[in-house]
């Protein structure tokens, strides 16, 4: 499964971590890959209602991301705050992986 | 004769076009008592307005109390590294402090910010009614952010790798507060120049707030933005410098910071609703500029003048750079006269603003 996360937006919006990083799950350990598998699932991230940022909001991130599963191919706009925890658990975990994949320490 | 809050009583009749008239060629003494009249003037015609449409002995008994100084009405919730807002409340106004240093910073940061703008500019809150305010900590896990959400201010930890807590930084904190204080005047649209003017003024009474409650002056302010949110595996000083846009940081993680200074590097772009965190650079700049040039306290003069351009009934939602730097020529005219008018518009020119205000 490859993911793609892209982060617009932010009061810290800051050059380096607004570039797409692109994570394949096969080349994660094998934990941290079933466990990102999991969480697509559990927020059914291809079935799941893209949001848009609250007019009055400021600073608020959006996160798009594109995964492909093999059989699936979806990008998806979530906007913060997100109120669905399972997606938030999903976003919260790409994002820590992308963090390592910029920072090298994957 | 000046009243407990320090204004000139006999000024509360005075037409405005006369206190202007004072603030411009009437002695330091004259000139301070007609600015905090001017100043408060807004204030009490909201309250005036609003106790007239109801026409009762209560709105006219609360309107009769609205000089005295207002009251803070803090709450602050620990989200518990959820995202379902506000949370839970761990601390109103008036009670005492926590263990917990984020709740703490929200806390007296909310304070700090809230006495700047009635002490400064007698405004009474986000909406110069007395607005309640709520801020959120400990959003998220890791949450390397802070956002206001149109009703409260929220808070991320950081990552602790390269950001420390974002309520560490007290200019944060006042930014997120002055998108409400922005959101309540002119609105400015989220998107290109007035997106980016949006930001800019959140970051100048961002830093401003900073300077007063350090009690800075122009020249010995460090004009940063968010210095105390990177970590020391950062390569950088702050977010973002008013000083010197496109110098904070450049770091092999975070990037080069890639704010202009002027509009020959004005970033075109579709990304972050037009580059309103980049193209800020540019007003922020400017309104550096004018207060070097203007010297002392920067809250007093150019930080004044742009606070009345927030609030002026001409500057529209969707205003470009010229459009607000020509209000801001305007209205520091009317508060200041001369010397303060000309830096201001050669801040403009510098920056590389066209002016067309005479």
Known sequence: ?106 | MTDASGRCACCAIVPPKVLRHIARRGTAAQRDAALATLATEATHRLTRATAQSLGSGAARAAYAGASAAPVKSRTIYDVAHRTTLPGKIVRSEGQRATRDAEASEAYDGLGATFDFYWQAYRRNSIDDAGMALHASVHYGRKYDNAFWDGRQMVFGDGDGDLFNRFTSSLDVIAHELTHGVTGDEVNLTYLGESGALNESISDVFGSLVKQWAKRQTAAKADWLIGAELLTSKVQGVALRSLKAPGTAFDDPVLGKDDQPATMAGYVETSADNGGVHTNSGIPNHAFYLAAAAIGGYAWEKAGRVWYETVRDKRLKPAATFAQFADRTIVNADHLFGGTVKTAIAGAWQAVGVAISAP
């Open chain 1, 1 to 106: 499964m490859k993911i793609e996360l892209s982060v617009d937006g932010g009061f810290a919006r800051l050059p380096g971590l607004a570039k797409p990083v692109t994570i394949d799950s096969a080349t994660l350990p094998a934990a941290r890959g079933a466990a990102l598998a999991t969480l697509v699932a559990r927020a059914r991230f291809f079935d799941a209602t893209p949001t848009s940022p609250s007019p009055a909001a400021r600073d608020a991130r959006t996160y798009t991301i594109a995964i492909d599963d093999g059989a699936r191919q979806r990008a998806l706009c979530v906007a913060e705050p997100i109120a669905d925890p399972s997606m938030r658990a999903l976003v919260d975990a790409i994002v820590a992986c992308t963090d390592d994949a910029r920072r090298g320490t994957a």
